[in-house]
């Protein structure tokens, strides 16, 4: 209720009391419909494949008409772009969440910490596999400008890996002479097999956490100060 509300200080507004009834306004109308949309859009390319998938089994999914999803997107490509973004945030809210405020002080911790993010993503892959069959392998052949989109996913996963590498260095539990960008995308990178593997379905937990430390054994013990 704005200052200039006639309603009076002593009385109080009723109808503020009461949860407002009726379509929400317009635009929140269509910032909903186009996240459906793409939501679908993504569980559809998922299951069926970018390829094989129409813009009818989209709207079919969906329930709405053919027209509706063309008053959005301009057509299956268009659609794709936000579909990938929404995958990368998936894993990207993953890591992100799973990093936190960063590992405490020591090498130990920091394999810890290390290792709670790589099965933070993992879990978000074996959740969703088609994600990374869209990541992967779909999403890189449909076009450059695509391709050169998911570089620049790999890139930033480059760097975040990197950044937390010069933090270890930087406290003295990491070898000073490291190259972090290598290391840092050689680690991310071998999660790929494991992931794959999911794509013929669930490790599970006890799996995954095999596939971690025999990753982590690998490298962080080599990097080791």
Partial sequence: MTSDSPISADRPDKDAERPKRGRPPRA??????????VETAYAVFSE??????GVNDITERLGVATGTFYRYFDGKRDILDHVIDLGV????????????????PGFDPFVAHVRAVG??????VEAEPGMIQ??????????????????????TLTEFTAAALDQGIAR??????????????????MLSPSMIDMMNG????????????????????????
Avoid: C, N
Avoid at 89 to 104: V, Y
Avoid at 119 to 124: E, K, L, P, R, S
């Fill in 28 to 37: 929140e109308v269509a910032v909903q419909r186009r996240r459906e949309l």
């Fill in 48 to 53: 069926k494949g970018y390829a094989a998938a």
């Fill in 89 to 104: 945030e998936k894993l990207f809210e993953a890591a992100r969440t799973a990093w936190g405020d960063g590992p405490p």
């Fill in 119 to 124: 099965d933070a993503i993992m879990a978000t």
């Fill in 134 to 155: 869209m990541l992967l392998f779909e999403g890189t052949s449909v076009d450059r400008e695509l391709t050169a989109r998911l570089l620049t996913v790999h890139e």
């Fill in 172 to 189: 003295g539990y990491l070898r000073p002479d490291l190259d972090t960008r290598i290391i840092g995308r050689s680690i991310y990178m």
């Fill in 202 to 225: 669930p490790l599970g937990p006890e799996t995954r956490a095999r596939h971690l430390d025999a990753i982590l054994d690998l490298i962080l013990h080599g990097v080791r100060a």
